[in-house]
């Protein structure tokens, strides 16, 4: 009952593939980052509430990213230098869960999966509007599980690409519910758009008005941006709760 704001990663194809995922091998030692290229990211969800985002996401938490977990093409396995799609994934670790989707554990650590890498050809893809995260950077992420794409035996999503089959996407991997909105930086206690060094050029976004009156969170001190947010998920759970009443 919730609308969904799955982001594909940027023109990923994913496909439903019996396979069995595969344990990424270990790849060359990357170069240092000799070249960028920007590529055309994200661009839907200009229309996007506070209350639609939370609605969208499977979980919603304050943490620090900690580490790279991997970077790699799209599929994992791919070779082909046409195949310029690069993913990066962080270990996030949580500070405060404000929504989690159920499970009865929530973990210490989450790991969050974005679009953009470097390979080892030195070459760092940038996909705009899409910002990656900063290790030792603190952030309110707004996150979903991507269950509809994980289609794959084993909860992966798969993706394919100039003949190479393989993961996109690990069932422990969590994307941002809007590559623009869900990630937000928050630096000396304010609310910031995030920090990445290879979009310095980045714009303050505003949510669409549903009658709310929020129309960003950027730029708050954090305790106020929090209690936006968890005014949202208590408006939410309300509709849902209203929802299954009348279906009653």
Same mark, same amino acid.
């Given at each position: 009952?919730?609308?969904?704001?799955?982001?594909?990663?940027?023109?990923?194809?994913?496909?439903?593939a019996m396979v069995t995922p595969q344990a990424p091998q270990?790849?060359?030692?990357?170069?240092?980052?000799?070249?960028?290229?920007?590529?055309?990211?994200?661009?839907s969800g200009e229309s996007l509430s506070l209350g639609g985002l939370v609605a969208g996401s499977d979980?919603?938490?304050?943490?620090t990213a900690v580490a790279v977990v991997r970077e790699d093409p799209v599929p994992v396995n791919a070779t082909d230098p046409d195949c310029n799609l690069y993913v990066t994934c962080y270990l996030v670790e949580v500070e405060r869960y404000l929504e989690w989707e159920g499970a009865p554990n929530q973990p210490p650590t989450i790991k969050?999966?974005?679009?953009?890498? &470097?390979?080892?050809?030195?070459?760092? $893809?940038?996909? !705009?509007?899409?910002?990656?995260?900063?290790?030792g950077g603190r952030y309110l992420l707004f996150l979903t599980d991507a269950r509809p794409i994980k289609l794959g035996p084993n909860g992966e999503a798969i993706a394919?690409?100039?003949?190479?089959?393989?993961?996109?996407?690990?069932?422990?991997?969590?994307l941002p519910a809007s590559p623009l909105h869900g990630?937000?930086?928050?630096?000396?206690?304010?609310?910031t758009l995030p920090q990445d060094p290879y979009q310095p050029d980045l714009q303050p976004w505003e949510f669409a008005d549903d009658g709310t009156g929020v129309r960003t969170l950027l730029g708050l001190p954090e305790n106020e941006a929090i209690q936006l947010?968890?005014?949202?998920? &208590?408006?939410?759970?309300?509709?849902? $709760?209203?929802? !299954?009443?009348?279906?009653?």
């Open positions: 009952m919730r609308p969904v704001v799955i982001p594909m990663l940027a023109t990923a194809v994913v496909v439903l270990r790849r060359p030692a990357r170069k240092p980052v000799t070249r960028v290229v920007h590529i055309a990211g994200y661009r979980v919603i938490l304050i943490g969050v999966l974005v679009s953009g890498g &470097a390979g080892s050809d030195g070459v760092m $893809r940038v996909f !705009e509007r899409e910002p990656r995260l900063a290790v394919f690409c100039c003949g190479a089959e393989g993961v996109e996407v690990y069932p422990d991997e969590y990630i937000i930086q928050i630096q000396d206690g304010v609310t947010v968890e005014q949202a998920i &208590a408006e939410w759970a309300a509709h849902l $709760r209203e929802v !299954e009443e009348s279906m009653n």
